[in-house]
């Protein structure tokens, strides 16, 4: 068995603590059995592990996350989109990928899931029973029993029953998908004992092997890559899974939540203030998480969601907070705090002057870490070390840099920077345009080509 995650979002949902560079499966709010800190990725990627999956696991991602993904869960595969194009784009990369790269074997068992379910470990071991559903089915889903008559999830509705050897429950043909019920029609529905659909899915190999070829689409992956671009923007459910007559279902009677929305996130957090917060007792019910390095003091505010960022600030009724979504579809704004592998950066300000766009940063390299090699085009950049030491690089040359050293980076310049320990430092960027696609990477692993370091 071959596990796909499907890495995605828009980073809507938790805003501001989630934006286009880190969306919610991200942010670092719940707790491992240790107490520790841990984001929803971080947490799927470690249950993975203690089923024993990991080595058999990739994720699909965009770009935009595929460092973000190094950086929390260290060495995973990772297939990278060239652009983003939806579920069934996504899914047919990584398939061309197991089948034309890793020569996986025609009839393996494929399961696609999100990278973020909030789950108990017996929901990975789930994921086994779906290669018995497969003998008898072209698809394979889990469905969930619902514990409540939920508007915010699609449903699975059940037919006819059917005991495979060696599972515990009953595999069910499905009759029916339902998208999003309003309250009346959820009640309804868990009156026929639909189930949760939680985006489970698994087929064989050549399922989807032979459905790409019957679509003329390539079926090797480096020529999938070429044509990325001409696939079309559709979910695997609409593409694939509503074309299929035969799909069986296994049911998951366990702990499955979807946490996207600030409601349901909260009812997982082990505690109800996050950073610099003072909260008084009677604001029941109210979560406050600023990351900010002011204080927030809430005062006799019940059943609110307080969130800080440098994207913004959120005061919600959490009761309402599922219509984020909605209120910021139109916003569109840079990422003002980014995680990379190498460490974090933050926006202090931004200006325009005399035709010229100024940026300031807040960098942070971890002890250790480097961004690429690298240039630019239409941009300087000044940096001002502020903690810690390093070694920099500029076109080939190295030296050590540490608190007060001002560095200038001219236009085309190749550059990066090593900490040696923890590093910070105020980076300037001044040009007639600055985007992140005014960046031209030259080599990831740091250079060995250089001179000596000097001082």
């Known amino acids: 068995m071959k596990l796909i995650l499907l890495s995605g979002g828009s980073g809507k949902r938790l805003w501001p603590l989630s934006n286009d560079s880190r969306s919610k499966q991200f942010l670092r709010l719940l707790r491992n059995p240790n107490g520790q800190a841990e984001s929803m990725v971080q947490r799927v990627w470690r249950q993975i592990g203690e089923a024993g999956l990991a080595n058999d696991t990739l994720v699909s991602t965009s770009s935009v996350q595929a460092e973000l993904l190094q950086s929390q869960l260290g060495e995973v595969k990772i297939i990278?989109?060239?652009?983003?194009?939806?579920?069934?784009?996504?899914?047919?990369?990584?398939?061309?990928?197991?089948?034309?790269?890793?020569?996986?074997?025609?009839?393996?068992?494929?399961?696609?899931?999100?990278?973020?379910?909030?789950?108990?470990?017996?929901?990975?071991?789930?994921?086994?029973?779906?290669?018995?559903?497969?003998?008898?089915?072209?698809?394979?889903?889990?469905?969930?029993?619902?514990?409540?008559?939920?508007?915010?999830?699609?449903?699975?509705?059940?037919?006819?029953?059917?005991?495979?050897?060696?599972?515990?429950?009953?595999?069910?043909?499905?009759?029916?998908?339902?998208?999003?019920?309003?309250?009346?029609?959820?009640?309804?529905?868990?009156?026929?004992?639909?189930?949760?659909?939680?985006?489970?899915?698994?087929?064989?190999?050549?399922?989807?092997?032979?459905?790409?070829?019957?679509?003329?689409?390539?079926?090797?992956?480096?020529?999938?890559?070429?044509?990325?671009?001409?696939?079309?923007?559709?979910?695997?459910?609409?593409?694939?899974?509503?074309?299929?007559?035969?799909?069986?279902?296994?049911?998951?009677?366990?702990?499955?939540?979807?946490?996207?929305?600030?409601?349901?996130?909260?009812?997982?957090?082990?505690?109800?203030?996050?950073?610099?917060?003072?909260?008084?007792?009677d604001s029941h019910n109210t979560h406050v998480i600023n990351e900010l390095d002011i204080p927030v003091t809430v005062l006799g505010c019940p059943n609110l969601i307080v969130a800080t960022s440098p994207d913004g600030i959120l005061v919600a009724d959490k009761s309402h907070s599922n219509k984020i979504k909605e209120m910021m579809k139109n916003t569109h704004q840079r990422p003002m705090f980014e995680e990379r592998r190498w460490g974090t950066h933050k926006i202090l300000a931004i200006s325009h002057s005399d035709g010229q766009e100024v940026i300031v940063k807040q960098v942070l390299v971890k002890a250790g870490c480097h961004p690429t090699y690298h240039y630019h085009l239409k941009r300087d950049e000044v940096w001002t070390i502020t903690a810690g030491e390093g070694e920099l690089l500029i076109d080939d040359e190295k030296r050590l840099v540490s608190v007060g050293d001002v560095v200038a980076i001219a236009a085309g310049s190749r550059h990066t920077i090593r900490a040696l320990i923890d590093l910070e430092f105020i980076e300037v960027q001044r040009g007639s345009e600055i985007t992140e696609d005014d960046f031209e990477d030259i080599q990831t692993e740091w250079p060995v080509f250089v001179k000596p370091a000097m001082r």
């Open 80 to 281: 990278v989109e060239p652009e983003r194009r939806d579920t069934f784009p996504a899914i047919a990369l990584a398939s061309t990928y197991l089948y034309g790269v890793e020569g996986v074997a025609w009839d393996e068992t494929i399961v696609v899931m999100p990278v973020d379910p909030y789950v108990e470990a017996s929901f990975m071991a789930k994921l086994f029973e779906l290669e018995a559903v497969l003998e008898h089915h072209d698809l394979a889903l889990i469905g969930v029993k619902p514990t409540y008559p939920s508007e915010q999830y699609g449903y699975i509705v059940p037919g006819r029953a059917q005991q495979a050897a060696g599972m515990r429950d009953s595999i069910m043909t499905v009759l029916q998908f339902r998208e999003k019920p309003d309250a009346k029609e959820a009640k309804a529905l868990l009156a026929m004992e639909a189930l949760w659909n939680c985006g489970v899915f698994a087929f064989k190999l050549n399922t989807m092997i032979q459905l790409l070829l019957d679509k003329d689409l390539p079926v090797q992956y480096e020529q999938m890559l070429k044509q990325y671009d001409q696939l079309p923007k559709i979910s695997f459910d609409y593409e694939v899974v509503e074309k299929l007559s035969s799909i069986g279902v296994v049911p998951y009677d366990g702990l499955w939540k979807d946490l996207g929305t600030w409601e349901a996130l909260t009812e997982e957090l082990p505690h109800h203030i996050t950073g610099e917060v003072n909260l008084s007792e």
